[in-house]
């Protein structure tokens, strides 16, 4: 059973930026993939970014929307996901949640991921 709890949420203006984390508990496994979703108020839920280092490289994929404005990585000890996103956009408003599944490849699915976070509100104004 893996904890996932995600913080760094707020309220930014257009252009800036946040930092969102999602800690990692109970037992996880290095053969794992770990994916940030997001879902606007009327709107459905969408991958954002995903990241797994159960290769011999760590790998990264990113939603066009976001490329070139969200990094996607993790510390060192690997439970702990961080989100950077720069240039927010009010697009970008959501509840942004954390997701990991007992797989080491990536998936822009959600009903791949096995666990998920409670989700963390990001709001960005114009």
């Known amino acids: 059973q893996v904890q996932l709890v995600e913080s760094g949420g707020g309220t930014v203006q257009a252009g800036g930026s946040l930092r969102l984390s999602c800690a990692a508990s109970g037992r996880t496994s290095i053969r794992t993939a770990t994916g940030w979703f997001r879902q606007a108020p009327g709107k459905e839920r969408e991958v954002v970014a995903s990241?797994?280092?159960?290769?011999?490289?760590?790998?990264?994929e990113y939603a066009d929307s976001v490329k070139g404005r969200f990094t996607i990585s993790r510390d060192n000890s690997g439970n702990t996901v961080h989100l950077q996103m720069n240039s927010l956009k009010p697009e970008d408003t959501a509840v942004y949640y954390c997701a990991a599944r007992n797989n080491p490849r990536t998936s822009r699915t959600q009903s791949d991921y096995d666990y998920w976070g409670q989700g963390t509100q990001v709001t960005v104004s114009s």
């Open positions: 990241i797994t280092w159960a290769w011999t490289a760590v790998v990264t």
